[in-house]
């Protein structure tokens, strides 16, 4: 199988989950995450042991140019770039760090695409009014969001105004899995609305560079696309709430830029709408993302609810989970492996939504690479076929325009930190040294030849 010359062919990353410490920076998200319970991370490892990209990026980008990629998705870390957050002050050395990142992926005659937002809010914001919860932070994301289009916009024709807008706010407010462990759905669901509006301002902003340059101006979601156990009436119920709750939720304002009346029926109903104003869905709807991008891992099945719901709402309200009997999975994360759901995507895109699309996230961890090691290399052959089986899938999509790997590299994860591995890159803590597994050199082979 051909991989096509206009094909996007790399990897994607987070700044905060690989630029390690940073010299005159603000604290975050996750550093208040971490600060909490360091315990709960595993072997306390946090933020501040990520694999250092700040003083490796131009070894790693040339380990990434040499794979033949051609694309590298990486994150504008906010509470780095602007020394004062409130008042839109760029941090100096930061401006100048991701310069640097820029013009070393443009010497390899590589595409940078930059996200400006990967769950790592500046923690000043979310210590003052809660963060996303509150409307106030509209106008401090348009005054980063226009900072960094004045500094980067001359050489850079992809960006991103989030990357999975919907984890750190599900996880936050909803499942009390992540900072601030909270399960409040009136939050949950203000904050998920101030990042669809926040994707708006960030395409209203982007606007007057795009006339210059013919950039795009995107977002990437977290897709997990929902399947029902059954063809029966309950089931199919069920799965219809499921993708509205989880699916839809974002898909239907960055590319309808209409909120569905049926997702606000269900808000309304269980008693946690979110408060907005006119000019809000007047602003989702005249500036919509022009490409998407889908962050793809595993789907979800579900069946008819058939135990009884109480308590707080939750989108299981509507819902059972069901695992499939014979289901293929990763038994490190429990997650389904289902590659057939990148083709079932492109019919849905072309049926709904009509808008440019890509695979901006695809990959998989495993716990304990190292008894896998032969000959000093980490013989991953499981990431060779799980990653094969998806890029081909991705190329069958005509219309797909690429396909991203997470991760070039070992990175921190939340809570799991160095746990479970997703690198084509082995990181070794302790030296910071890269050591490339078989995955790497099959994605260099397959690249060079353009064919899989």
């Known amino acids: 199988m051909k991989i096509r010359d206009n094909f996007f062919i790399g990897t994607s990353s987070s700044s905060w989950q690989i630029e390690g410490n940073h010299k005159n920076s603000n604290p975050s998200w996750a550093d208040l995450f971490y600060q909490k319970d360091p315990s709960l991370w595993y072997e306390k490892t946090g933020v501040q042991d990520a694999c250092d990209f700040i003083h490796h990026y131009k070894e790693d980008i040339e380990w990434m140019a040499k794979a033949g990629m051609n694309v590298f998705r990486f994150t504008i870390q906010w509470p780095y770039f602007l020394k004062d957050v409130k008042k839109g002050i760029v941090n100096e050395q930061a401006k100048d760090f991701y310069n640097h990142v820029i013009d070393t992926i443009l010497s390899y005659g590589m595409e940078p695409f930059i996200s400006l937002e990967h769950w790592d809010l500046p923690a000043l914001f979310l210590e003052e009014f809660d963060g996303w919860c509150n409307r106030k932070i509209l106008d401090y994301y348009r005054i980063y969001a226009r900072k960094v289009f004045e500094c980067f916009s001359d050489r850079v024709h992809y960006f991103f105004a989030f990357t999975e807008p919907n984890i750190p706010i599900d996880n936050g407010y909803m499942d009390k899995k992540w900072y601030p462990f909270v399960h409040d759905p009136k939050k949950c669901y203000q904050a998920h609305f101030h990042k669809m509006v926040a994707t708006s301002i960030a395409k209203q902003e982007y606007l007057p560079f795009q006339k210059q340059t013919g950039g795009k101006l995107g977002a990437m979601i977290h897709y997990t696309p929902v399947y029902p156990r059954s063809d029966s009436k309950e089931d199919l119920e069920a799965w219809y709430y499921a993708d509205l709750l989880q699916v839809r939720i974002y898909l239907d304002p960055y590319v309808k830029g209409k909120i569905s009346d049926e997702f606000m029926n269900v808000l309304k109903e269980n008693d946690c709408m979110f408060s907005y104003k006119p000019e809000d869905m007047e602003l989702i709807d005249q500036y919509r993302i022009d490409l998407l991008g889908l962050d793809y891992y595993f789907p979800i099945r579900v069946k008819q609810k058939e135990t009884e719901f109480k308590g707080i709402f939750h989108p299981e309200k509507y819902y059972d989970l069901y695992i499939k009997p014979d289901r293929r ?51 991953d052959t499981y990431r060779i076929e799980f990653l094969k089986e998806h890029l081909e899938c991705a190329l069958q999509c005509k219309s797909c325009m690429g396909y991203l790997i997470w991760s070039y590299i070992d990175n921190v994860s939340a809570l799991n930190a160095f746990k479970n591995r997703y690198g084509l890159l082995e990181l070794n803590t302790k030296t910071q040294e890269r050591i490339p597994k078989k995955s790497y050199d099959f994605f260099k082979e397959i690249n060079h030849k353009r064919e899989i």
Do not use: T, V
């Open 329 to 379: 999975f990763n038994s490190h994360r429990g997650w389904e492996i289902y590659p057939q759901a990148i083709l079932d995507a492109e019919k849905r895109i072309q049926e709904e939504y009509q808008i440019p699309w890509f695979i901006s996230e695809n990959g998989i961890g495993i716990s304990n690479e190292d008894r896998y090691r032969e000959n000093g290399q980490i013989q």
